[in-house]
């Protein structure tokens, strides 16, 4: 981002952009909140949150944003808005609906999945950014070899997605439960969108590890196992110790808890 | 966000109680929350401390120990002989965890305490975690305990149905 004078006419700008599609802007913790006003001339912008501290709907009116050093004052949703305006590099491409990838096919200004790309991902909803569990994700596809063939891989997915597979014979595993997928839940192939993971520097395997605990895709048929080179990610570790000694009880720890553990503590 | 870590919370983690407990989700979120860097999470020498005696009474409990204080106390404790090693590599564990911070406790902490004390009518140690949870630049205290509610001025908490 530019310097102070700059970034309220870019963040205006894009809370345009964001209000009309998809209409919100969401905290890091899954919040959404809603683009109601945004007043470009009085550095206001007006949000109604979907939950508030205390659980509730709120509306919420950001001011003073022509003024950098003080509108970072507004806390959690203010510094989300400011990462929309200049989002720290991910990598990621998309999402594009499907149907706009294959419409757009033979157009020379439609980014395509690169063959040295890492990673692609299909959501049923649109994503910002980063893509989050808020767009409901459906699959991410890791490529884990060194030969570079993501490109490939997205065309036998989207083959399948559309149906193309049958005799015993097929591209995509993924692609297909996903066609299955679309036929119960009567979805068009062409309505889910698609995005990628381009980062040359990356371990493919960390980040497929990662981008798939990170999302929880409905349809990967198992998680991928830890690198060998590096070790489980830092997900993974939380993962490890959750439960690790043991199951607890309701209430073990705080009200009501085992008599002799209650005891104990307060006499200690 | 730099989140300080209440010792029920690492416990809960460690030992997550039953599907039907609302306090599973809780800690599930913010479990998952720690793991994929949306927040820091902070814990002292007060945290270490509580969650391996914790752990210790609650893997001497399993173990069949129908009379833990006893046990413990007895000299040469046969409580720390059977279930210390075990404990404290729990706890080592989760201090390795990516994320996860361990702050120090200075005098102005302990000064700040007592008069969170006073303030807030809070328990001693509630009121040590509430002056150590500011001492390290936290912006909420994480714990389901909701006696930290009361000490609001000094520290957002944060507790079971509270939101972010």
Request: charged share 25%; proline share 8%.
């Amino acid at each position: 981002m530019g310097g102070d004078a700059d970034w309220w006419p870019m963040l205006a700008r894009r809370l345009g952009e964001l209000q009309r599609e998809p209409g919100y802007v969401q905290t890091p913790t899954g919040v959404k909140n809603y683009i109601l006003r945004v007043d470009e001339r009085e550095g206001v912008v007006v949000l109604r949150s979907e939950q508030s501290r205390s659980g509730n709907p709120r509306t919420i009116t950001l001011g003073m944003l022509r003024s950098a050093p003080r509108a970072t004052r507004h806390g959690v949703i203010l510094r989300a808005i400011r990462d929309l305006v200049d989002p720290p590099r991910t990598g990621w491409t998309g999402p594009f609906p499907l149907r706009r990838l294959v419409e757009h096919c033979i157009d020379p200004e439609q980014p395509w999945p690169p063959a040295d790309g890492i990673l692609y991902f299909v959501s049923r909803r649109i994503w910002d950014g980063t893509p989050s569990p808020a767009c409901e994700p459906l699959y991410v596809g890791g490529l884990t070899g060194r030969s570079e063939r993501m490109t490939t891989r997205v065309g036998d997915l989207v083959a399948d997605l559309l149906g193309f597979f049958g005799g015993g014979t097929g591209h995509h595993s993924g692609g297909q439960r996903l066609y299955e997928w679309c036929l119960e839940h009567a979805v068009h192939p062409l309505e889910l969108h698609v995005g990628w993971l381009e980062d040359p520097a990356a371990c493919r395997r960390c980040t497929e590890v990662e981008w798939n605990a990170r999302l929880t895709p409905a349809f990967n048929a198992v998680a991928p196992p830890a690198c060998r080179d590096h070790g489980p990610t830092p997900r993974q570790r939380w993962e490890m110790i959750w439960g690790a000694a043991g199951a607890g009880q309701t209430d073990e720890f705080t009200m009501d808890p085992d008599p002799a553990l209650e005891r104990a503590s307060r006499e200690r | 966000m730099r989140v300080y870590v209440d010792t029920n919370v690492l416990y809960l983690i460690l030992r997550p109680p039953p599907a039907s407990d609302p306090l599973l989700a809780w800690v599930r979120e913010w479990a998952d929350r720690f793991a994929s860097g949306l927040a820091v999470a902070v814990v002292t020498p007060l945290v270490v401390d509580e969650l391996l005696y914790r752990l210790l009474l609650a893997l001497a409990r399993d173990a069949g120990s129908d009379n833990l204080l006893a046990d413990l106390r007895q000299p040469n404790s046969d409580v720390i002989a059977r279930h210390g090693d075990r404990a404290a590599s729990l706890v080592s564990s989760v201090l390795a965890l990516p994320g996860l911070e361990i702050a120090g406790i200075d005098g102005d902490a302990a000064r700040r305490a007592l008069e969170h004390v006073r303030a807030y009518r809070l328990l001693p140690r509630d009121a040590m975690h509430v002056a150590a949870a500011t001492s390290a630049g936290c912006d909420v205290l994480l714990s389901s305990d909701p006696d930290f509610a009361r000490a609001r001025a000094a520290i957002r908490w944060i507790g079971p149905g509270v939101t972010v």
